[in-house]
């Protein structure tokens, strides 16, 4: 199993194992997308889902080809600390998921400590109070 670390800020970071099991294609993806350095995500909080935010690399030139995974859920099946990933973005569920429809693929599971809590807390914040850019850094370890 395959570690990645998501850096919030210097005094909050969260460990993610990835599940290669249940995503092998998904996840190689992710792994390979991130390469050998850390990678800076731009984070997004949309306003209906629930407790979840999404992230995005810098796109691509060429457009990015759709990617199937093996086992899709439902936003309403989604836990605290699943990591999703579609080929362009990555979501991180910290809480309830509200939203209809098929969310995607589950590619990883968060530690769901503290940190992680107040981490995901901060970028509701930083988008909804702040109304400032909020970023997070992956690294493998």
Not at 87 to 108: C, D, F, W
């Amino acid at each position: 199993m395959e570690k990645v670390t998501v850096v919030f800020s210097a005094d909050l970071q969260v460990a993610v194992d990835i599940l290669t099991e249940r995503e092998p294609e998904m996840a190689a993806h992710f792994l390979k997308t991130l390469s050998d350095r850390p990678q800076v995500l731009v984070c997004n909080h949309p306003v209906s889902a629930g407790e979840m935010f999404d992230a995005y690399l810098r796109f691509p030139r060429e457009p990015v080809q759709e990617l199937k995974g093996a086992k899709p859920v439902s936003y309403t099946e989604l836990e605290a600390g699943d990591v999703l990933w579609d080929g362009e973005k990555l979501s991180v569920v910290y809480g309830q998921v509200m939203q209809p429809g098929t969310a995607g693929y589950v590619i990883g599971k968060a530690d769901t400590s503290d940190a992680f809590q107040r981490g995901c807390l901060k970028i509701w914040n930083d988008f909804y109070r702040e109304h400032t850019v909020s970023t997070i850094t992956i690294t493998k370890e």
